[in-house]
């Protein structure tokens, strides 16, 4: 059975929340694994495939994060790689990521008003063929963020639109978009310029006056 990746309350157009009705429905993947697009997933009592198609050797790049947990440790996520035979009926290990407690480091992103724990990479050449990634852990719960491609600027708007995603998927109120430097950095000019312009203003009556 297949499982489309659903838009959902997503608002940018490279992210998108994966959503599956059954346990182990694929998730197809129907954009180019060489742009970059973020899919936000979560695991609920089993492991998540996607599965995406080459019709050329591709440059592939795939990471993981999570958000943090209070003092918990963080959620031992494994991130696998696999192509289906030419000819059916198996498939072929590429790369394996098992992420152990010290193989997460914490970083803070200012413009997604949010920090997160990453993993390493798969980064690989993959020639042509129909490929699986699997995200699991051992007892397959929890929140993961599965990024392919490269980091891209996709504009402000988009942007900002990214921020509310993730931060929506993730829990938060929309007056966390105030933590994100793509709001508050505006927000602070505006400010600065409403006060300029009444201290302008209230000089100008003194001088006035005087």
């Known amino acids: 059975m297949v499982a489309l990746v659903f838009p959902g309350f997503v608002l940018?157009?490279?992210?998108?929340?994966?959503?599956?009705?059954?346990?182990?429905e694929v998730v197809t993947i129907d954009t180019e694994v060489s742009e970059a697009q973020l899919h936000l997933g979560e695991l609920d009592n089993f492991p998540i495939m996607y599965e995406f198609s080459l019709?050329?050797?591709?440059?592939?790049?795939?990471t993981i994060s999570q958000p943090p947990?209070?003092?918990?440790?963080?959620?031992?996520?494994t991130l696998m790689l696999v192509r289906r035979d030419d000819r059916?009926?198996?498939?072929?290990e590429i790369d394996r990521l098992n992420f152990a407690t010290d193989d997460w480091f914490l970083v803070k992103d200012s413009s997604m008003g949010v920090s997160l724990l990453e993993g390493d990479e798969i980064s690989t050449e993959l020639v042509a063929g129909l490929y699986r990634v699997e995200?699991?852990?051992?007892?397959?719960?929890?929140?993961y963020l599965l990024s392919f491609g490269p980091p891209a600027d996709n504009g402000y708007f988009a942007n900002l639109a990214k921020a509310r995603s993730i931060q929506k998927f993730?829990?938060?109120?929309?007056?966390?978009m105030l933590t994100s430097s793509l709001?508050?950095?505006?927000?602070?000019?505006?400010?600065l310029g409403i006060l300029l312009q009444r201290t302008?203003?209230?000089r100008k009556m003194i001088t006035n006056a005087s």
């Open 88 to 92: 059916g009926g198996g498939v072929t």
């Open 200 to 202: 302008w203003r209230y």
């Open 183 to 191: 709001v508050y950095y505006p927000l602070g000019i505006i400010l």
């Open 170 to 176: 993730l829990g938060y109120s929309p007056l966390k």
């Open 135 to 143: 995200v699991s852990t051992p007892d397959n719960y929890g929140k």
């Open 12 to 24: 940018a157009s490279n992210v998108f929340l994966t959503e599956v009705s059954v346990p182990y």
């Open 55 to 62: 019709s050329a050797t591709t440059s592939f790049v795939a």
């Open 69 to 77: 947990v209070g003092g918990s440790e963080p959620n031992p996520l």
